[in-house]
């Protein structure tokens, strides 16, 4: 396959994609076809681009602060001083891979309510384990020669995580920010059981009126969403690994 | 921070303190969808038991804040746990009014927090004890079935989950062989299919980029869209492949969800085979090779059994995302402890939510541990054997 052919194919993706969450009418001929007793073959509840943008809205909302968390948890049970809660964080977080995104969901509605807010509960809580997991593993993983010449080189703590030990550890990192926004993206959407506004009322609003349509353009923007940041977070990835002079994998 | 405090011991507790004096320990209300209202440990349950349950917890909170000796540690996290266990069964009895079937009694914030502190307690010590794999089985068994005699004694029966219970008895066991067929059933056939490909795919490396790709793009689908998806293929089998519909395939139901099920299943299954077979040393293939063995007994005498624990790391993966996933089948019609689940959401009755999710997320963690541990031992046996 030639270098540039994925590349194209991806920038073809992403137009077909903005095309047809921005004028999805022009598609109807296409999507005819699949519905039945002339139903509607564009979602006619509300508009596509609107709930495209509240569903990426929710995810980033939930990575950005699972990032944060993940991280500084991952940095606090590496350091000296929180050295003993690393071997219980280590199993907490294989129980807590064991939760069921829908469990999660539905376990967050009495706390908080329906809408939004148990959705982001539960991308928070299920996005934390990915990150969490690859930045221990990077943390704990470094080349020891490198931290005993941060240390020879007379830096401190902070000096060494800042400038050495994070930057290291960037691309592993970055690696569980995509796994966890993927795991993400396809969450979001059983979000709209509970009401929160993604691009799974659109599935559900084609489950209930058994209308295919509807599924398969939610489905397939969900998709096309995903493996477009997948591939996008995965050349990140490899950037930052070229800089630190790492074989990208 | 003086030395002589446990730092997870200061978290733990905290926790306790919080739980126990500022939370609610249950919820008492009139029926089951309208609000609840608090009881703290003393309003829940008969004086003596509620001073000696606030006792308890008090000497297990300080019993874990300072350091103490392991097997006082050991024995705080199970004590705590039982007294709340058994304590929350006798405070449904005492709140529920005399001979009134309508009113609920739930665990509230004060118990999730405190079993939860506990929890975290045991978890520590058994994380620093490293119990060998039959060990953690072991202790899985024992908490099942203490678990299970609590169940069938009786104590637990005025808790509003189990009153869901009752009403439900018949179509629970239905569903959850439902949800646990639909879980297991989709891995066998992962497996079947999927080990094969991975073989298949480590030999011929052109292949390999393709399907991987393939598999990688089919886990992007949200999940609730490939069930749906999968309707129209499958409804158009049933009509037009003669024997289809009478075997079960249908396009809502269990069939859509199994297939469903089964390709989110292929990908952790054909990539943990492709890398297990690609970790195997060159050396052992080489000394097999220069034994004189045949691809076929190479591929079956070592690569496999080398191979083997990474790719039942894969199945590890497959299993508990399944048992998860497989809460999603009742949104097309396929069953499984997802029915609890949305049709508590639909009448808000978190009790109802709660008889769906408790029983996945006890599976999925089940599943966990037993097979962490299968995994360990065919690891260790393995490097025992090589030695």
Same mark, same amino acid.
């Given at each position: 396959?030639?270098?540039?052919?994925?590349?194209?194919?991806?920038?073809?993706?992403?137009?077909?994609?903005?095309?047809?969450?921005?004028?999805?009418?022009?598609?109807?001929?296409?999507?005819?076809?699949?519905?039945?007793?002339?139903?509607?073959?564009?979602?006619?509840?509300?508009?596509?681009?609107?709930?495209?943008?509240?569903?990426?809205?929710?995810?980033?909302?939930?990575?950005?602060?699972?990032?944060?968390?993940?991280?500084?948890?991952?940095?606090?049970?590496?350091?000296?001083?929180?050295?003993?809660?690393?071997?219980?964080?280590?199993?907490?977080?294989?129980?807590?891979?064991?939760?069921?995104?829908?469990?999660?969901?539905?376990?967050?509605?009495?706390?908080?309510?329906?809408?939004?807010?148990?959705?982001?509960?539960?991308?928070?809580?299920?996005?934390?384990?990915?990150?969490?997991?690859?930045?221990?593993?990077?943390?704990?993983?470094?080349?020891?020669?490198?931290?005993?010449?941060?240390?020879?080189?007379?830096?401190?703590?902070?000096?060494?995580?800042?400038?050495?030990?994070?930057?290291?550890?960037?691309?592993?990192?970055?690696?569980?920010?995509?796994?966890?926004?993927?795991?993400?993206?396809?969450?979001?959407?059983?979000?709209?059981?509970?009401?929160?506004?993604?691009?799974?009322?659109?599935?559900?609003?084609?489950?209930?009126?058994?209308?295919?349509?509807?599924?398969?353009?939610?489905?397939?923007?969900?998709?096309?969403?995903?493996?477009?940041?997948?591939?996008?977070?995965?050349?990140?990835?490899?950037?930052?690994?070229?800089?630190?002079?790492?074989?990208?994998? | 921070?003086?030395?002589?405090?446990?730092?997870?011991?200061?978290?733990?507790?905290?926790?306790?303190?919080?739980?126990?004096?500022?939370?609610?320990?249950?919820?008492?209300?009139?029926?089951?969808?309208?609000?609840?209202?608090?009881?703290?440990?003393?309003?829940?349950?008969?004086?003596?038991?509620?001073?000696?349950?606030?006792?308890?917890?008090?000497?297990?909170?300080?019993?874990?804040?300072?350091? =103490?000796?392991?097997?006082?540690? +050991? &024995?705080?996290?199970? $004590?705590?746990? @039982?007294? #709340?266990? !058994? %304590?929350?069964?006798?405070?449904?009895?005492?709140?529920?009014?005399?001979?009134?079937?309508?009113?609920?009694?739930?665990?509230?914030?004060?118990?999730?927090?405190?079993?939860?502190?506990?929890?975290?307690?045991?978890?520590?010590?058994?994380?620093?004890?490293?119990?060998?794999?039959?060990?953690?089985?072991?202790?899985?068994?024992?908490?099942?079935?203490?678990?299970?005699?609590?169940?069938?004694?009786?104590?637990?029966?005025?808790?509003?989950?189990?009153?869901?219970?009752?009403?439900?008895?018949?179509?629970?066991?239905?569903?959850?062989?439902?949800?646990? =067929?639909?879980?297991?059933?989709? +891995? &066998?056939?992962?497996? $079947?299919?999927? @080990?094969? #490909?991975? !073989? %298949?795919?480590?030999?011929?490396?052109?292949?390999?980029?393709?399907?991987?790709?393939?598999?990688?793009?089919?886990?992007?689908?949200?999940?609730?869209?490939?069930?749906?998806?999968?309707?129209?293929?499958?409804?158009?089998?049933?009509?037009?492949?003669?024997?289809?519909?009478?075997?079960?395939?249908?396009?809502?139901?269990?069939?859509?969800?199994?297939?469903?099920?089964?390709?989110?299943?292929?990908?952790?299954?054909?990539?943990?085979?492709?890398?297990?077979?690609?970790?195997?040393?060159?050396?052992?293939?080489?000394?097999?090779?220069?034994?004189?063995? =045949?691809?076929?007994?190479?591929? +079956?005498?070592?690569?496999?059994?080398?191979?083997?624990?990474?790719?039942?790391?894969?199945?590890?993966?497959?299993?508990?995302?399944?048992?998860?996933?497989?809460?999603?089948?009742?949104?097309?019609?396929?069953?499984?402890?997802?029915?609890?689940?949305?049709?508590?959401?639909?009448?808000?009755?978190?009790?109802?939510?709660?008889?769906?999710?408790?029983?996945?997320?006890?599976?999925?963690?089940?599943?966990?541990?037993?097979?962490?541990?299968?995994?360990?031992?065919?690891?260790?046996?393995?490097?025992?054997?090589?030695?």
């Amino acid at each position: 396959m030639k270098a540039w052919l994925p590349a194209l194919l991806r920038l073809a993706i992403l137009a077909l994609l903005v095309v047809f969450i921005t004028s999805p009418n022009w598609f109807e001929p296409l999507l005819k076809p699949l519905t039945e007793n002339g139903a509607p073959a564009i979602y006619n509840q509300g508009s596509l681009l609107t709930l495209t943008l509240q569903h990426l809205r929710t995810v980033l909302v939930a990575t950005v602060a699972a990032t944060i968390v993940a991280v500084a948890l991952a940095i606090l049970v590496t350091r000296p001083a929180g050295a003993e809660f690393l071997p219980l964080s280590r199993s907490l977080v294989n129980i807590g891979q064991t939760f069921p995104p829908v469990a999660v969901l539905a376990l967050a509605v009495p706390a908080v309510g329906f809408g939004e807010k148990p959705t982001l509960i539960a991308l928070f809580l299920y996005g934390l384990l990915p990150i969490f997991e690859n930045a221990l593993t990077a943390l704990t993983t470094l080349p020891g020669n490198v931290m005993e010449a941060a240390r020879g080189a007379g830096m401190t703590g902070l000096q060494r995580l800042v400038k050495v030990e994070l930057p290291l550890s960037a691309p592993v990192i970055l690696g569980g920010i995509r796994l966890s926004v993927v795991i993400g993206l396809a969450t979001a959407t059983i979000g709209s059981t509970v009401a929160a506004k993604t691009l799974g009322e659109v599935i559900i609003a084609g489950l209930i009126s058994n209308n295919l349509a509807f599924v398969l353009q939610g489905g397939l923007i969900v998709a096309a969403l995903a493996v477009l940041i997948y591939d996008g977070l995965s050349a990140i990835e490899r950037y930052a690994a070229r800089r630190m002079g790492q074989e990208a994998e | 921070m003086t030395p002589r405090f446990d730092k997870l011991g200061v978290v733990i507790a905290a926790i306790v303190a919080y739980a126990a004096l500022a939370a609610p320990f249950a919820t008492f209300r009139a029926n089951r969808i309208v609000p609840g209202q608090a009881r703290s440990i003393l309003e829940a349950l008969p004086s003596p038991l509620g001073i000696l349950l606030l006792a308890i917890v008090i000497a297990g909170g300080m019993v874990a804040l300072l350091r =103490t000796p392991f097997v006082l540690r +050991l &024995a705080t996290g199970i $004590v705590g746990l @039982v007294a #709340l266990a !058994i %304590l929350i069964g006798v405070a449904g009895g005492f709140l529920t009014p005399d001979g009134n079937t309508f009113a609920r009694i739930a665990p509230a914030s004060g118990f999730w927090l405190l079993i939860f502190a506990f929890a975290l307690l045991l978890a520590d010590v058994l994380t620093r004890l490293s119990l060998s794999p039959l060990a953690r089985i072991g202790i899985l068994a024992v908490a099942a079935l203490a678990i299970g005699a609590l169940l069938a004694s009786g104590l637990w029966d005025s808790l509003s989950i189990l009153k869901e219970y009752s009403n439900r008895a018949d179509s629970f066991w239905a569903e959850a062989s439902k949800h646990v =067929t639909l879980a297991l059933g989709s +891995l &066998a056939a992962a497996v $079947v299919v999927g @080990v094969p #490909l991975g !073989i %298949l795919c480590h030999r011929v490396e052109r292949l390999r980029d393709g399907v991987l790709n393939v598999l990688n793009i089919i886990q992007t689908i949200p999940s609730i869209a490939l069930f749906g998806l999968l309707i129209a293929p499958l409804g158009w089998v049933a009509l037009h492949v003669p024997g289809a519909a009478a075997i079960g395939i249908r396009g809502i139901g269990t069939a859509p969800a199994f297939v469903a099920l089964f390709l989110y299943s292929l990908l952790p299954v054909v990539a943990n085979t492709v890398v297990g077979l690609a970790g195997v040393p060159r050396a052992a293939n080489d000394a097999a090779r220069g034994m004189g063995m =045949t691809d076929r007994q190479r591929l +079956l005498d070592v690569e496999f059994p080398l191979a083997f624990p990474v790719i039942l790391t894969g199945i590890r993966i497959v299993l508990v995302q399944n048992i998860g996933l497989a809460t999603i089948a009742a949104l097309i019609g396929g069953g499984g402890f997802g029915v609890f689940v949305f049709q508590g959401i639909g009448q808000t009755a978190m009790d109802l939510v709660l008889l769906g999710a408790v029983p996945t997320v006890a599976l999925a963690f089940a599943a966990a541990i037993i097979l962490d541990a299968i995994i360990e031992m065919t690891s260790t046996k393995r490097r025992t054997d090589s030695e």
